[in-house]
């Protein structure tokens, strides 16, 4: 019987999954099917008790369930517990069981680019929503330093500092104040929103006093070239975009799922392909 895997979320019409865990299953010959599950509001609990139900092998879980998702689950994985967020769900023996590939996954994508140990790295994370907090847990579990987080609201950011359970050197700042201190920072990472199509022409903050060493990401993904990587391009700055976070995270779902750790790489040109951007 053709095993089944999927996503829920709303809206999900949007979504690169479907594309590339199929093709991934495809390639591996798996008699596997992945489908993107509309679950509108007040609907979650039934959703996950009828995927389960029917047997599902796994899902993603997408906005805006990340959270609310976590009382429906049988158990949820030390790393996802304390996030606080769940994109990536096990169903085995009956049970359903959370994990956090996100910051993993945006991990995954950096390390290749970076120079410096965690050890001695230091890094400005800006934003203090669902996926910078993925992405300071994740951070600070590899050793990271320093993580320093600037937020329109700081006082999201003195939270998510308090709240992760390892304590790397951190403070929380505005946005000005972060503008103003760039240099100091091998890693500047961009989690908000900000730049995000329509909204193209936007910066969170300016990257004038940045170092010309640092590794910029941005973990927008449309589209793949923002106008915060444009900067830091023009800086001279390397710089990193969101479709290897949203490949990787994919990938280690699919391997937590099947056992099998698919070609991470290829679903990375698949989801620039979608992008329409060019791949060297
Ligand atoms: P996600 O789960 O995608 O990270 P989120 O939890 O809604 O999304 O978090 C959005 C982040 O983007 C927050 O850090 C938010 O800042 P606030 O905490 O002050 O709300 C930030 N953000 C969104 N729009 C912004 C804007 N126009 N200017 C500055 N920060 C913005």
Not at 50 to 55: C, E, N, S, T, V
Not at 159 to 168: F, G, N, S, Y
Not at 209 to 227: M, Q
Request: glycine letters at 8%; charged letters at 20%.
């Amino acid at each position: 019987m053709t095993d089944l895997y999927g996503l829920i979320g709303f809206p999900v019409s949007h979504s690169m999954s479907p594309a590339i865990h199929n093709e991934a299953l495809q390639d591996l010959q798996l008699d596997a099917h992945y489908h993107a599950f509309k679950v509108e509001e007040g609907q979650l609990e039934a959703a996950v008790n009828g995927l389960k139900a029917i047997g599902i092998k796994g899902f993603n879980v997408t906005v805006p369930y990340k959270e609310a998702i976590i009382p429906y689950l049988d158990e949820v994985e030390e790393t996802a517990s304390a996030i606080g967020a769940v994109n990536t769900v096990v169903h085995s023996e009956g049970r359903l069981i959370g994990y956090n590939t996100d910051g993993k996954g945006f991990y995954s994508s950096l390390k290749p680019l970076m120079t410096k140990k965690p050890e001695e790295a230091k890094m400005l994370i800006i934003g203090a929503g669902g996926a910078a907090r993925a992405i300071y847990f994740s951070m600070a579990t590899v050793g990271c330093l320093a993580i320093d987080i600037c937020n329109r609201t700081p006082s999201k950011a003195e939270k998510l500092i308090e709240e992760c359970p390892a304590k790397p050197i951190s403070k929380a700042l505005s946005l000005a104040q972060a503008e103003a201190d760039l240099a100091g920072y091998d890693m500047i990472i961009q989690t908000t929103s900000i730049g995000m199509h329509p909204d193209t022409d936007s910066v969170p903050i300016s990257l004038e006093k940045a170092g010309t060493d640092a590794i910029v990401c941005d973990i927008v993904y449309n589209p793949l070239k923002t106008a915060f990587l444009q900067q830091a391009e023009q800086k001279g700055c390397r710089t990193l975009n969101g479709a290897g976070m949203l490949a990787y995270q994919a990938a280690l779902a699919f391997e937590y799922w099947t056992g099998i750790h698919p070609d991470a790489e290829k679903m990375k040109t698949t989801v620039i392909k979608k992008l329409g951007g060019s791949i060297c």
